[in-house]
Each structure stands twice: as C-alpha cells, then as structure tokens.
C-alpha cells in the first residue's frame, strides 16, 4: 500500500494501536498451565471489542485468531491444546483487519524464569529488528534491510531464517513488496518508496536456517529443535525516519 492521504495515516495508526496493545494484553495474560488456545481466545477477546478482526482467519481461513508459537515452533503456530510452561519460548503474531486496514506485528518472550539462551536471543532479535526499522529511509534498496539483519545476527552468534521475510501490507494483509528477507539478494535492485507501508521480521535462529512445515499445515517448526525469536514492526516509509505503526 503507498499512503496518500492524512485519512489513511489515521486508519493504519488506529489498527497498529489495536496490534500493539492485544500482543501487550496477551503477554501479560500468559500463564504456566494455560494453553495455547486459552492465550488465543484473551486476544480474540481483546481485539472484538475495539472492533478488529482477525487477519489471517479472513484472508486465510487460519484456524485461531493469532499465531502463538512455541519453543521449536517458528512462526504461524495453531493454538490448540499445547500447555505452557515456566520457562517457555513464546512468540505471539498479532495481524489485524480495521476499516479496511491492516496491521501486523509479533513478539517473542520468555514466560517466567526461563534460560539465558533464550533470554539472550529474545534480547538480540528485538534489538536487530528496532535498528533496523530505524535505518529505513525511501530510495534505499531492500535488500540492504536483508544485510542489515543478518549482519547483525552473525556478529551475535545466530543464524537468521532463510525461507520467512517480511512484506508490504496496509491495505491487505500480504501485498508488494513480497519477500522483504533477513538476509541480502544482490539480484533484488527493488528500492523502498515514500509512502509504503511494510512490515519487517527478524528471524533469529540459535541454530536451524530453514523453516519446516508441520503435519497441521500451518506451524512452521525448526528441524532441530533449536530456537527462533521473532519480532516485527508495521511501518510507513519516509525520507525520514519512518512511522512505526505497531510500536
């Protein structure tokens, strides 16, 4: 989506608030012993009564209203029956339509006392993504955002994911530009306009570089049972420092 008007603005700042504060009620609401579709229903409610919808149930037919995704799980976890647990790595992607606008955003965190494995590597792919956001300016290519994220992750001791990316959004859940990667294609010459809107993922690996299907069609899982943090941010592009719609 390319804005062109302070009413759009508006829209996209009204449904990246609705974003932000259901990921904030849902990491407050996590508890040990609840489960992952307990987790789902909290945000559901939240969001219904601020009168969004769930995205990737209205786009894709997604069997919950978020994504909830744990410990091995990368990224588009079911919520079902799964138990958290003290110590769990849990990240929580919230995608909302309002208006006729969209957002999209996701956190990870640590439930509890957890190790400082995953403490760290939360720490870490939250700092890269919010570096990254603020680097963003129009004319710059996209690739360079890839660069960015997998330089840093590198310097730290990750891996990054190769197979998930972000991607524009704003008037849809997924539109152009597809396929915003965290890591550099020196074939992609595509730049960054004022006025679009995007979504940025990092995707922080303690070990495995590729995402896996499983059987439920949906949950993305490591091969190895190593760790992924994620976290994303909605942004309009400017000349300036961008517009974080989901901070």
Request: with cysteine.
């Amino acid at each position: 989506m390319s804005i062109s008007s302070p009413v759009q603005i508006r829209s996209l700042q009204k449904v990246g608030l609705i974003v932000a504060s259901t990921i904030r009620a849902m990491r407050k609401a996590a508890r040990p012993g609840m489960t992952t579709a307990e987790l789902d229903e909290i945000g559901l409610a939240y969001f219904s009564q601020q009168g969004a919808r769930s995205a990737p149930q209205l786009t894709y037919g997604f069997p919950g209203s978020t994504c909830i995704s744990v410990n091995e799980e990368i990224a588009h976890g079911v919520p079902g029956s799964r138990v958290l647990q003290e110590g769990d790595l849990i990240n929580v992607d919230v995608s909302l339509e309002y208006d006729g606008y969209f957002a999209d955003s996701g956190a990870s965190f640590c439930l509890g006392q957890s190790t400082a494995e995953k403490q760290r590597l939360c720490e870490t792919s939250l700092n890269i993504l919010e570096k990254t956001v603020a680097s963003v300016r129009s004319g710059m290519h996209i690739r360079s955002i890839g660069k960015k994220i997998q330089t840093m992750a590198t310097e730290a001791g990750y891996n990054v994911i190769l197979n998930l990316a972000g991607h524009g959004t704003g008037s849809a859940l997924h539109e152009e530009p597809y396929d915003i990667l965290n890591y550099e294609d020196p074939r992609d010459n595509r730049t960054l306009e004022a006025g679009s809107v995007i979504a940025i993922e990092t995707f922080i690996s303690t070990g495995a570089q590729f995402a896996l299907e499983s059987d439920d069609g949906w949950t993305l899982t490591t091969h190895d049972g190593s760790y992924v943090a994620q976290f994303e941010h909605t942004l309009i592009v400017r000349n300036q420092e961008p517009l974080i719609l989901t901070a």
